[in-house]
């Protein structure tokens, strides 16, 4: 739940100031907060365990859409503001930015389709012995097209960070900072999307939902020493 409030949160505020002041920092905003969505079934299935005392019925399996069906867009978004404002403008000519963002997009509109017409054999939702006794477990069943969908968009968040770790080296001063916090900020999301969309955690959950909690504040870090400059400036 603290993970969605902090990314709207610091979501919208760096939104507002990006107005005047960096336009690839709209959509690393955007990102974060429809990133934080991606968490939405576990936040519905503890507030029913806390007020109820039962978990969700996962009816049609709607708890798993509604928490995996923001993923595609999320890396789109990403996609679009990295080779757009980060990539050498010599890209530009050939057009790899666009391209790009296309297979991304058809793989965006295949994710969508196995998640809301074949729910059952993409997603398995795994209920406590008990009901309340714990929150529901999701993650996609291995080596459905959905499992290698989403693991190829999981994975592509490493990519973006091995780009911002090297626009970090090639950068100085404040701008350095921020790439790495970035480079940073999506490692850890890397890890955590692996842990808790493509395994069953376990053990593990402590550390993935820990790295989850503090990717909203290393994004907000990362953006936060932004002054304010003329609106054609772009960071």
Same mark, same amino acid.
């Given at each position: 739940? !603290?993970?969605?409030?902090? &990314?709207?949160?610091?979501g #919208?505020?760096l939104?507002i100031?990006s107005?005047f002041?960096?336009?690839? #920092?709209?959509f690393?905003?955007?990102?974060?907060?429809?990133?934080?969505l991606?968490?939405?079934?576990?936040?519905?299935?503890?507030?029913?365990?806390? +007020?109820?005392?039962?978990?969700?019925?996962?009816?049609?399996?709607?708890?798993?859409?509604i928490?995996?069906?923001?993923l595609?867009?999320?890396?789109? +978004?990403?996609?679009?503001? =990295?080779?757009?404002?980060?990539l050498p403008k010599?890209?530009?000519?050939y057009?790899?930015n666009?391209?790009t963002? +296309?297979?991304?997009?058809? @793989?965006a509109?295949m994710f969508?389709?196995?998640?809301?017409?074949?729910?059952?054999?993409?997603?398995?939702?795994?209920?406590?012995?008990?009901?309340?006794?714990?929150?529901?477990?999701i993650? &996609?069943?291995?080596?459905?097209?959905f499992f290698?969908?989403a693991?190829?968009?999981i994975?592509?968040?490493l990519?973006?960070g091995?780009g911002?770790l090297?626009k970090s080296l090639?950068s100085?001063?404040?701008k350095?900072k921020?790439? =790495?916090?970035?480079?940073?900020?999506?490692? @850890?999301?890397?890890?955590? !999307?692996?842990l808790?969309? #493509?395994?069953?955690? !376990?053990i593990?959950?402590?550390?993935s939902r820990?790295?989850l909690?503090i990717t909203p504040?290393?994004?907000y870090? &990362?953006?936060?020493?932004?002054?304010? &400059?003329?609106?054609?400036? +772009?960071?």
């Amino acid at each position: 739940m !603290g993970f969605i409030i902090f &990314a709207f949160w610091f979501g #919208l505020k760096l939104i507002i100031r990006s107005r005047f002041e960096a336009k690839f #920092l709209f959509f690393m905003c955007v990102n974060l907060m429809l990133a934080s969505l991606c968490y939405l079934g576990w936040v519905l299935d503890f507030w029913s365990v806390l +007020i109820t005392g039962k978990n969700l019925v996962n009816t049609n399996g709607w708890v798993g859409i509604i928490t995996a069906m923001w993923l595609p867009p999320a890396i789109c +978004i990403e996609v679009y503001g =990295f080779s757009k404002y980060l990539l050498p403008k010599d890209y530009s000519k050939y057009k790899i930015n666009y391209v790009t963002l +296309i297979i991304f997009i058809l @793989l965006a509109f295949m994710f969508e389709f196995f998640l809301f017409f074949d729910t059952k054999g993409s997603l398995a939702v795994e209920y406590p012995a008990n009901s309340g006794e714990d929150l529901v477990e999701i993650h &996609a069943i291995y080596g459905s097209p959905f499992f290698i969908l989403a693991a190829f968009f999981i994975i592509s968040t490493l990519f973006f960070g091995f780009g911002f770790l090297i626009k970090s080296l090639q950068s100085t001063g404040l701008k350095r900072k921020r790439y =790495f916090y970035l480079f940073f900020n999506e490692t @850890l999301f890397f890890l955590s !999307g692996v842990l808790d969309a #493509l395994i069953s955690t !376990g053990i593990f959950l402590i550390f993935s939902r820990f790295a989850l909690i503090i990717t909203p504040l290393i994004t907000y870090y &990362a953006f936060k020493e932004i002054k304010k &400059a003329p609106s054609n400036v +772009i960071v």
